[in-house]
């Protein structure tokens, strides 16, 4: 993809969230495309948001785990990953909390 396209992607998503603040969707949209960019303290912020307006089944508790490792914050990685396994159980998805166990034992200090 172009890299006008990308800018053009993530200018759509944060008008998106910005004109909407608590549509789901736009807020995980958003979050989405900051990862892709490896603007992981923004995306944080918006997964954040979206898992205050939203019940996820794992997933997104897995990229704000995955999020706040790179950001070498250890304990709230493990905290989003703990989420994670806890709903990913909930919603039947033993494998993703199998994943997400493995990295909370991945981190520093876990």
């Not at 944060?14 to 979050?31: G, I, Q, T, Y």
């Not at 019940?55 to 905290?79: C, I, S, V």
């Amino acid at each position: 993809m172009p890299a006008d396209a990308v800018g053009d992607r993530l200018a759509w998503f944060r008008r998106l969230a910005d004109e909407h603040p608590d549509e789901p969707r736009a807020r995980f949209s958003l979050a989405n495309e900051l990862l892709k960019r490896g603007d992981d303290t923004e995306a944080i912020e918006h997964l954040r948001a979206y898992l205050d307006l939203a019940e996820d089944e794992g997933n997104a508790w897995g990229k704000l785990g995955d999020a706040l490792a790179r950001t070498g914050d250890a304990d709230a990685a493990a905290d989003a990953y703990l989420a994670g396994i806890e709903q990913a159980i909930k919603h039947g998805h033993p494998g993703m909390a199998d994943e997400f166990q493995q990295a909370v034992e991945a981190l520093p200090d876990a």
